[in-house]
């Protein structure tokens, strides 16, 4: 019998990373009513929120109320779901426990000064965190996922050493991670640098099976960074949905790339994803109406066609943004005509 899961697996963290950053507090009953879109929309992966100080991040202090509604538990039953929860310390993981979560997430930073001003500690000291909180979790009957932040730039602290994002990774697999989602922070990277890390990592020894990517869209590139990553075998990617996120504790830095993006590129090029595309554009449009301040045109620009209008252009634009895939372009081509007609 063949396999069910699609080829590639999108994590989606709108509930949380997308809107951790927004000022105006989004109602909870609104965030439930995005995780139940989403859901609705063929997304089997969703972050729902963040255990963390409301002092630190005001827009997640509705946290426990959201963990502990209904709706929340009866998606928990779905076996085909995963439900992570970030938790940045031991107790934001008694808190997700005692909640009824069944996976969390931890997360490092690879470099000093983003981890000081994230999360107040050197490297060294994220890294012991994240391995007592993993251990606990697992002996708890938990999964635990990674991330690690700022793998090209740190806002502080300029270009990023691979050797410390080795290190990084190779902590949180021994912790027990299944995955370690691999995070732009600043969305600086671009393709090739995107490719030498990855290489790098896998020529050290980590299994390229437990590597995700999670890309920042600060300079339009996190689009061809999520191809030049599923070029070199990586198949799950972090997305927001509408491009929604930032984070508060990097200055500058845009939203994580969108999940109408990164669905459309790889339906495109013929590449499933088990996610309804009409469906989540409709998602994104919903939530951003429910913003305030939310720039409309955005809206826009995820309900219509793109002003990539004649073949020729389409063909110039995707040799400038995606040189070396020059193979997938006509199914490319075709995606990117019928924008906006619902089609998935």
Known sequence: MPSTTPPVRIVEVGPRDGLQNISPPIPT????????????????????????????????????????????????????????????????????????????????????????????????????????????AIADGLVVRGYVSCIFSDPHDGPTPPSAVLRCVQTLLEAGCYEVSLGDTLGVGNPSRVRSLIRYLVDAGVPVSNLAGHFHDTYGQAVANVWEAYTCGVRVFDSSVAGLGGCPFAPGAKGNVATEAVVRLFHGAGIETGIDLGSLVETGVWVLKQIPGADPRQAAVLSSKPSIASHSTRSHWLHGHFPHYEGHWPSMLSEFSCVGTGRD
């Not at 929309?41 to 827009?59: F, Y």
């Open 29 to 136: 009953s609104t965030k439930l009513e995005l995780i139940q879109r989403l859901y609705k929309a063929g997304l089997r992966t969703i972050e729902l929120t963040s255990v963390v100080s409301p002092r630190r991040i005001p827009q997640l202090a509705d946290c426990r109320e959201l963990l502990q509604h209904d709706s929340v538990h009866a998606l928990a039953t779905d076996p085909t779901l995963r439900l992570p929860v970030l938790v940045p310390n031991r107790r934001g993981l008694e808190v997700a426990c005692d909640l009824g979560v069944k996976e969390v997430a931890v997360f490092v930073s690879a470099t000093e000064g983003f981890s000081r001003a994230n999360t107040n500690c050197t490297v060294e000291q994220g890294l012991a965190r994240a391995q007592e909180v993993a251990a606990r």
